[in-house]
């Protein structure tokens, strides 16, 4: 028969019994390689162990692959908070005295935010707000948000340093149940406080809440 052979790098060969082999050189580490043990392929990086094996048995006893989703971590549960607090100091159809939510927007917000506003470009936001208030008038519903701006700027760091603390979390959770107390009894009703007119507010205040308690969890 005709017999055609090459050197080891891999090299195809008749042989009489008509079949075709393959020698590949010596696997390295990190590199793709065929095994003869197991019909496919396998991918071994250095430091990772994957057991092929055991992943091929799950599969044949019916268990396919599985997607799990990652839990609301402490970070985006502040911003939440933040997010709901902005809302309801801008929500209208709501009686809440929305001064309480100016200091839970400065106990729940992330810290990346509140660097932000107490850095370079917070500075000179707060200052160009400054000089449009002084010289036009701007919507009521803008000034607590300026008013949380500042109160950020100039809060020392004995009030800061209550972020992330169980201390700021229970305070932060009695702020956020006494405005649910006040939002729900101003609107006589639950079912009018889901009304057109002040379901957006009662949306934020519920999700402060709930956030203030997973927050002390």
Known sequence: MLTLSLSSAYSPSFHNRHTLSLQSP??????????????????????????????????????????????????????????????????????VQKSFAVPLFALQAPASLISWIKGEYG??????????????????????PFIALLLVIVAPYQVLNLRGTKEGVMLSLVIA??????????????????????????????CIVAVSCLLLI
């Open 26 to 95: 010596p696997p390295q580490s990190g590199l793709l390689r065929l095994t003869q043990d197991t019909p496919y392929l396998r991918f071994n990086p250095p430091g990772v162990s994957v057991n092929c094996k055991e992943v091929m048995k799950r599969n044949r006893r019916g268990f396919g692959p599985v997607c799990y989703s990652a839990p609301l971590t402490p970070r985006s549960l502040q911003w939440i908070s933040t997010v709901s607090s902005a809302v309801l100091l801008l929500a209208r159809g709501t009686g």
């Open 123 to 144: 500075i000179w936001t707060a200052f160009l707000a400054l000089l449009v208030r002084l010289f036009f008038s701007i919507p009521g519903e803008l000034e607590l």
């Open 177 to 206: 149940g006494y405005l649910a107390f006040q939002h729900f009894t101003r609107a006589g009703s639950l079912r009018k406080a889901f009304d057109q007119s002040s379901v957006v507010a009662t949306l934020a205040i519920i």
